[in-house]
């Protein structure tokens, strides 16, 4: 599932949403992105993003995920709007009989959610306001999925 | 066909949508910015740096040389932030 | 900070008690381990551990978790006693202001809980009960933690 | 000297807990081991097959090579399989 929304999520009841009544999950990982304050640099955060290309991409990602690793469930929430140091950014939920495939589903969804879903950043603080830029490292991140690693690895 | 900005580029061009009708001889994205370059400065400022920005064809990311075709939206922004 | 206890735990409560009012955490990871009734073939586990040496070693694979990785807050509860199919087994929370270290730190600390931490398990099913046998890939997954590899990988 | 068995060690020992005073030759883990096998037939089973057997000296995992020296808590137990 994926949602999109300028909301406040909450982590353990999604968990549960996604798990409770469940006896055939044996593992559940959680990803929760939140706004740093950057030792005072960042005094709120706004989030750009671009409707129905978001939804499409998060939804490619998780069929990707789930094409990949035997998932028993899956979740990703993205607010947007404006957000203040502390708050949550994002939640990813992923959960399987093993530990090994919602480890890396959860830091699949991470590095494609980074790379590949049109959301953009703008931070402002006592200088002023400005675009977050890309990192590098992010796509070197997103690009070790495509060497053929897997579960099994 | 209609036009999407998003972030920086948005605020270069001062436009966050727009209808366009497309000479012709624009076949492929890269086609594509170097009219929208044309259209004024603001434009041609947001498009100065052409390689670093990213295109989505009907809310597909797609590369440069890719052919416009029936495309009925084409979105340019700067690589994504999120997460 | 580590916990062993029979009570169950609730995973909402635990990040909040690491991460609320805090600005200077980026990635929150979560890890949940629970019973799975395997297709019916477990209806009931039971978790006999070695009081004093495990939380000795808890302590230890959190301690070297820090050294190795900038962690904001970090967290392992792991219950004893007997556990029904759907239970929660073990949370470890990891906090960072980036999500490798977040993630890396956190299977770490699965891996060596795997191999060290003094628990063992024994499920009843219809066919009576049996100890559950060590998987060799637990061996291997905390083997990979020696080659150096480490969070700005 | 305070001896501790776990999971099914326990079980095929029979015990949970005892003292026990060392005869001056046993120095190093494995001689503990081959020195409980001579104490009846349920140790003999508990230790048959000693490879697969994890020793801890005072909470601590050993090798069987390790030396006993000063030890107060020894721990047998199979590979452990919580997490």
């Known amino acids: 599932m994926i949602r999109v929304q300028q909301e406040n999520f909450?982590?353990?009841?999604?968990?549960?949403?996604?798990?409770?009544g469940r006896t055939d999950i044996g593992a559940i990982v959680s990803f929760t992105?939140?706004?740093?304050?950057?030792?005072?640099?960042?005094?709120?955060?706004?989030?750009?993003?671009?409707?129905?290309?978001?939804?499409?991409?998060?939804?490619?990602i998780e069929a990707?995920?789930?094409?990949?690793?035997?998932?028993?469930?899956?979740?990703?929430?993205?607010?947007?709007?404006?957000?203040?140091?502390?708050?949550?950014?994002?939640?990813v939920l992923t959960a399987s009989e093993h530990r090994e495939a919602a480890f890396d589903a959860a830091q699949f969804f991470m590095d494609y959610l980074k790379t590949s879903a049109p959301f953009?950043?703008?931070?402002?603080?006592?200088?002023?306001?400005k675009w977050?830029?890309?990192?590098?490292?992010?796509?070197?991140?997103?690009?070790?999925?495509?060497?053929?690693?897997?579960?099994?690895? | 066909m209609r036009l999407l900005y998003f972030a920086w580029v948005k605020e270069k061009t001062g436009v966050a949508a727009e209808d366009v009708t497309l000479p012709e001889s624009v076949a492929t994205v890269a086609e594509l910015i170097a009219w929208l370059k044309t259209r004024g400065p603001e434009f041609a400022n947001a498009f100065d740096q052409a390689e670093?920005?990213?295109?989505?064809?009907?809310?597909?990311?797609?590369?440069?040389?890719a052919k416009i075709g029936e495309a009925r939206e084409i979105a340019f922004f700067p690589p994504v932030t999120g997460g």
């Open chain 1, 10 to 20: 909450d982590i353990g009841a999604e968990i549960a949403a996604l798990t409770d």
């Open chain 1, 33 to 60: 992105g939140t706004v740093r304050d950057q030792h005072g640099a960042v005094t709120e955060m706004t989030l750009e993003h671009y409707p129905g290309m978001t939804e499409a991409e998060l939804q490619r």
């Open chain 2, 52 to 65: 670093v920005i990213r295109t989505a064809i009907d809310q597909a990311h797609v590369h440069q040389d």
């Open chain 1, 120 to 129: 953009w950043k703008r931070e402002t603080g006592p200088d002023g306001s």
């Open chain 1, 64 to 91: 990707q995920a789930n094409s990949r690793w035997p998932l028993q469930a899956s979740l990703i929430v993205h607010r947007t709007g404006a957000l203040k140091p502390g708050d949550n950014i994002v939640l």
């Open chain 1, 132 to 153: 977050v830029e890309a990192k590098a490292g992010d796509e070197t991140a997103a690009g070790r999925w495509s060497t053929g690693k897997n579960a099994a690895e």
